[in-house]
């Protein structure tokens, strides 16, 4: 009798073990197969500036890598939330990623949206384009020491142009306001074409904007550039000091995008496309003709770019604190 009793506990053990086995195996397969049909990259911008230009060279690549086709989806709007909610909401099967921005690590901190942070895992970086401090080519001013300096001497300050709450140039500004003395009156557009068309125009005294807009407004004098807020000079532009390097070391900040999944995309799958992106971004053709339009390639895995997130969540919630940055 007992070794009856052995037996079927065996048998039930073996039973129990097997099914298990077989309720992973399908998501085994699936990642293992992956991938098997088109792959959809979601931008949150319309088509044309720097995170799009970044997202295609991404999907061009990975394409390439993976041997499957990838297409490109651009759903604009709310500051990116409809097409980051869009794919927060997707199932988790390896075929829809996000081409990710700042705004996925800010939104939920400046305004109420449709999804958790948790919804969305890092995979990937893919590139930058340096922001880039600009004044119209009849300021008086040439590097972002004087312009801070003038500024505060300024009986009124000066006037700043942003692409909207939680733009990119608003934080530059909260960190030059907050961190330095800056005074600087916020004038908000309703995009960053918007935005440095008052530049141009002299409208405003400066703004600041991602390399790949303004470089051709530098090159043809029509804009001069005072500072990259990134941690390295631009490779298309190296003479432009850094803020940094001009003494404002907490101005950081690029116009960056990578590539975010939905929670619960199979790790197999996600360590695949981070290599795809990472060799993408390595070809030597592809870098030059980013770096030759002012975006740096980056590439990495998915732990460089899991702290890269958290580190730009801290930097910029210390930021939104400081100014009580909010959308009305």
């Not at 051709?216 to 532009?237: C, F, M, N």
Request: hydrophobic residues 45%.
């Amino acid at each position: 009798m007992p070794t009856l009793r052995l037996s079927l506990r065996a048998c039930l053990c073996a039973f129990a073990g097997a099914a298990l086995l077989a309720a992973h195996a399908p998501q085994a397969r699936a990642a293992d197969a992956w991938p098997s049909r088109t792959i959809h990259f979601v931008i949150p911008f319309t088509a044309g500036g720097a995170n799009d230009m970044l997202g295609r060279a991404a999907a061009e690549g990975a394409a390439r890598v993976l041997g499957q086709s990838i297409v490109v989806d651009n759903k604009p709007g709310s500051g990116t939330v409809v097409g980051t909610a869009f794919v927060a909401r997707s199932a988790p099967d390896g075929y829809t990623f996000l081409i990710s921005s700042a705004g996925v690590v800010s939104n939920g901190m400046i305004r109420t949206v449709p999804y958790q942070d948790d919804q969305l895992v890092p995979v990937a970086m893919i590139g930058l384009a340096p922001s880039v401090v600009v004044v119209p080519a009849s300021s008086p001013y040439h590097t972002l020491k004087e312009f801070v300096q003038a500024s505060r001497e300024s009986p009124r300050g000066f006037h700043w142009s942003t692409a909207g709450v939680g733009s990119t140039p608003h934080f530059v500004q909260g960190w030059l306001a907050t961190e330095y003395g800056a005074k600087l009156d916020l004038v908000p557009y309703k995009s960053g074409a918007e935005s440095i068309t008052a530049v141009l125009s002299a409208q405003v005294d400066a703004t600041s904007e991602a390399s790949i807009v303004v470089l051709p407004y530098i090159k043809e004098g029509k804009l001069r550039a005072l500072a990259d807020t990134w941690t390295q000079r631009i490779s298309a532009y190296p003479d432009l000091p850094t803020a940094a390097e001009q003494g404002f070391p907490a101005v950081q900040i690029a116009h960056w995008a990578g590539v975010h999944a939905p929670a619960g995309t199979p790790p197999e799958i996600l360590d695949k496309m981070a290599a795809a992106i990472d060799t993408a971004m390595k070809d030597p053709a592809t870098a030059a003709r980013l770096k030759g339009m002012g975006i740096e390639p980056i590439g990495g895995t998915r732990a460089s770019f899991a702290k890269f997130i958290d580190e730009e969540r801290a930097r910029l919630g210390a930021v939104v604190k400081a100014t009580g940055m909010k959308a009305e």
